[in-house]
């Protein structure tokens, strides 16, 4: 599976929760797949999904979802020990593994070499990690959002991405519309 396979997949898992999405090409499938008032599409800055989707998480008592990609993790491994040592219990972070920088033409990352992001994770303190292959994410990422205990999961799957058009909705009227359904 790819990333927008994956993101159908778990597109009426996640419906009804806050998600904050991660730059570029996973924001623009998620907007295509489920746009929903709920989901906080980033336009422009790699590496900073998980941060906000925590920051949002120790704010109020909704379960966040930041799902992020091993390259953006990897340009930000600050947020991974912050996540390990301000523990929220309404906050997953998923992160989509590729193996790649899929929104800059798919050039590999060290994700799809050496490094482990699930070894890190665990590395810097994060006491409930969890790797799964893509088609298994569905059953795994509702029970992490049933528990209701912080979880990192690490999804690997393929690298590649498929044609679709830029979010045209203005970067305030989704920060607004986000807003209003965080304090619903």
């Known amino acids: 599976m790819i990333r927008s396979e994956i993101l159908r997949e778990i597109a009426p898992i996640i419906r009804d929760h806050l998600v904050v999405c991660n730059i570029g090409l996973p924001s623009q499938e998620l907007h295509m797949i489920d746009d929903q008032p709920t989901n906080f599409y980033m336009l422009g800055t790699m590496g900073l999904s998980s ?9 109020q008592d909704k379960t966040v979802i930041s799902i992020d990609g091993d390259g953006s993790v990897l340009t930000n491994l600050g947020t ?51 790797t799964v292959q ?18 990192v999961i690490v999804c690997k799957c393929d690298s590649g991405n498929i044609k679709l058009p830029v979010i045209t909705m203005d970067p305030v009227v989704i920060r607004h519309r986000f807003m209003q359904a965080v304090q619903a």
Do not use: F, H, W
Not at 51 to 59: C, R
Not at 134 to 146: E, N
């Open 134 to 151: 893509d088609k298994d994410l569905g059953p795994v990422l509702q029970k992490a959002i049933d528990d209701r205990k912080m979880t």
């Open 51 to 59: 941060s906000i989707g925590l920051g949002l998480a120790l704010a």
């Open 80 to 130: 991974l020990p912050t996540i390990a040592n301000n523990v929220a219990d309404n906050y997953i972070l998923l992160i989509i593994d590729n193996g790649s920088y899929g929104s800059t033409g798919d050039q590999p990352t060290y994700a799809g070499k050496k490094t482990k992001l699930e070894n890190v994770a665990e590395a810097c303190g994060c006491e409930n990690v969890i």
